[in-house]
């Protein structure tokens, strides 16, 4: 299945594109998608999305077609043919 990964600000830097499509098996989750991008995008991807188990990390936003993946099942919501995945890091400050 084809799944649709859109980016921002450095993490669109790592891969090199604001949006690349990811060709998955069927079925996959959301920690299976980011097991692949950190097999082909290599540990600076890893190390800027994911925590030390894998899941996504706490200073990054996952939506999938526009819903939080946290609020919608987290790292093992069974993703689809077409899925929308939007990874944005969280910016703070004061």
Do not use: H, W
Not at 9 to 17: F, G
Not at 77 to 88: A, P, Q, R, T, Y
């Amino acid at each position: 299945m084809k799944i649709q990964l859109r980016s921002a600000t450095y993490i669109s830097q790592i891969i090199k594109s604001r949006k690349v499509n990811i060709e998955l098996p069927e079925p996959s989750t959301l920690r299976d998608l980011l097991r692949v991008l950190a097999e082909t995008y290599g540990q600076e991807f890893y190390d800027a999305v994911c925590n030390e188990d894998g899941y996504p990390a706490d200073r990054v936003a996952i939506l999938i077609n526009g819903s939080s993946a946290a609020a919608i099942g987290g790292p093992s919501i069974n993703l689809k043919e077409g899925d929308d995945v939007l990874i944005l890091p969280i910016i703070s400050g004061g």
